[in-house]
């Protein structure tokens, strides 16, 4: 909660001015503040409905549709506050942080190329490591040294064949 010193200036009739100032004036905690301090106390995520109605009836205001859109409304911008399904909100210090996801390689095992439905049949067998990061130049390069190497098996093997 912040404060507000309200500062009076006052000028006088022969050119000199006072200034006098008022003792500091509380702001009117805003609504967020009050729902961090409802979510704090209660401990766990509440019902969205339950949490709007306590924090209007602490602010003692009536539970008018446009009041309850406007707590929501704020409660959705706040960085503090987090949806944590099934209608509950909670903090977003008690949400679990994110983690990286790996994203998962592909796996060649006996797949065939376009090149394959030809008379030529080339098999590729290629076992990738799913624990390791691959770039997809080496995954091409891989794929690259086994179509050459079979192609050379295969053009070995015709010129054997029609001898």
Known sequence: MGRIYCLTIQ???KGGVTLTHSLPQKLKPSDEDIAVKILAAQGRPMYYQDFIVEVLSQQEQPQHPAAISRVLTQI??????TYVGNGEWGLKVWAPGKSTRKVPTITLLNKRTADDYGNDE???DVELDLD????FDDVEEDVEEIVDTEAEEVSYQKDNSWR
């Open 122 to 124: 080339v098999d590729l």
């Open 76 to 81: 959705n911008l706040d960085a503090r506050f």
């Open 132 to 135: 390791k990061e691959l770039l």
């Open 11 to 13: 000028r006088l009739k």
